[in-house]
């Protein structure tokens, strides 16, 4: 009896089909480019208004995969906002700034701007893609379970960037307090006498007026202070239009992480409590475990106690008897 080799025969049959030109059946397991997601499915489905809707379905694994890859670049946009900040510390804290310097500070702004725009289409498309699996788009594909696991990553990640957000407009406006303080510094050095109130209504207004005013040339520290908040005024429009582009970029996202947010926190605050909750209820199940073992050995001792009490009896019963017999034979 000779076996036959099934693999080789698969294998010489599907060459046959490739060189013939005969279409393959199509395998809903094999991974496939879609959008440059890997391994995954296009599902279509129709909602209630009858739009109909691609969603985008893939393992709990994939999208973790995916999630997590979205933390690396929420990672390195950190990094660089962080750069950002101690590049603008190094700039206040020298005399003349080098043209280096704020080439590197230009450069940090422009990294951060592609990263943004990197970040925030994927982060929609995830949002999207949720809501359409809560809706039930994918109820054939993904449990309850599955798609909760999925709100709450996408959620942690909204909440992420709604942090990072934060932290970039806060370090932006305490380096804009920053240079401010710098160039009433200057200009008071410059024999400009001006209160805070004055030089930031200045700096608000984009005024250059004082800028431009004649100064004693030969007060060479006063011509060199008011060159340097020139430059720091320059600095300071240039950083608002930054800012400006970076919060136009944000505004989308943004808003998805503010929806959210509140959301996040109560999440956040019921796992705290069902934590405490849990730890609460083990210590109790411990007690109860306790106690149902005691109660189990005091059953027992009491059905040994029982046992024995009938042993003395019977025995107690059997002495009687005997004495009894014993006595009426002797008469």
Do not use: W
Request: aromatic letters at 4%.
């Amino acid at each position: 009896m000779v076996i036959r080799d099934r693999m080789s025969e698969f294998r010489r049959g599907g060459a046959e089909q490739q060189q013939s030109g005969v279409a393959q059946p199509y395998n809903p397991f094999e991974d496939v480019e879609l959008g440059g997601v890997t391994a995954q499915q296009q599902v279509s489905t129709t909602t209630a208004r009858g739009h109909v809707a691609q969603t985008s379905v893939h393992s709990t694994d994939q999208f973790l995969d995916e999630v997590n890859q979205l933390h690396l670049m929420m990672d390195r946009l950190d990094m660089q906002i962080q750069k950002l900040k101690m590049k603008q510390t190094t700039i206040l804290e020298q005399v003349v700034v080098q043209p280096k310097e704020k080439d590197e500070l230009e450069n940090l702004i422009a990294t951060i701007k592609l990263k943004t725009n990197e970040l925030r289409p994927h982060l929609k498309n995830l949002e999207l893609e949720i809501r359409n699996d809560e809706a039930g788009a994918t109820s054939d594909y993904l449990s309850g379970a599955e798609i909760r696991i999925r709100r709450e990553q996408c959620n942690h990640l909204k909440k992420k960037l709604r942090i990072m957000i934060d932290m970039f407009n806060d370090t932006q406006i305490e380096y804009k307090q920053r240079v401010s303080k710098r160039v009433k510094r200057q200009l008071d050095l410059a024999g400009e006498q001006l209160t805070e109130a004055e030089v930031k209504e200045m700096l608000d207004s984009k005024s250059s007026e004082v800028f431009y005013r004649q100064v004693n040339p030969l007060s060479v520290a006063g011509r060199i202070a008011l060159e340097d908040a020139t430059a720091r005024h320059q600095e300071i429009i240039e950083l608002e239009r930054n800012i400006a582009q970076l919060n136009e970029m944000f505004v989308d996202v943004y808003e998805l992480v503010h929806s959210q947010g509140e959301m996040v926190d109560r999440i956040n605050t019921n796992v705290e409590a069902a934590r405490d909750y849990t730890g609460d209820a083990n210590v109790r199940i411990k007690k109860a475990l306790m106690h149902k073992k005691s109660a189990h050995r005091k059953k027992i001792y009491c059905i040994i106690l029982v046992i024995c009490v009938l042993l003395i009896l019977i025995a107690v019963a059997i002495v009687l008897g005997v004495t009894l017999s014993g006595g009426s034979r002797s008469q």
